[in-house]
C-alpha cells in the first residue's frame, strides 16, 4: 500500500521539476539589444547557457570579443572571440553569464573595451 503511494508522490514531483525547468529556461528566452557610442550588442537572451552575440561596430575595426564580470561575486567567464561576417558586423557563441544575478558585460572593439550592465534572469 506504501509502495503506490510514494510512487504517485515521485511521479507528481518528477512532473513540478519538470514544468518549474521548462518554466525559468524560457524566462530568459527574449532578445536583448545594447548599445553606447558606435558599438551595438544583440544578445539571442540575457539568460545561462550558450549565448548568440551579434555586434555592430564601425566599418574599420579588425577584431571583436566578449567577456562577462560579476563583480559582486568575483565571476569572470572567458573571453569569446567574434567572427567577422561583414565588415562592420560580427557574431560571436559561447557561454558568457554563468549564473543569475547582475553582469558586466565587456566588450573589446580592438584596443578599446566597452562596457554594460546586464541582469541575468
Partial sequence: MRRPVLLAVAAVLA????????LLSTRDAAPIRLGQGDVTVRLDKAGTGTVAAQVEVPADVAAVSL??????????????VAEREQPGRFRATGELFSMTGRWVLAVRVDDEIVT????VG
Avoid: C, K, N, S
Fill in 15 to 22: 512532473v513540478v521539476a519538470v514544468a518549474a525547468l521548462a
Fill in 67 to 80: 567577456y562577462a564580470t560579476m563583480p559582486r561575486m568575483g565571476h569572470m567567464t572567458p573571453e569569446v
Fill in 116 to 119: 554594460f550592465d546586464i541582469t
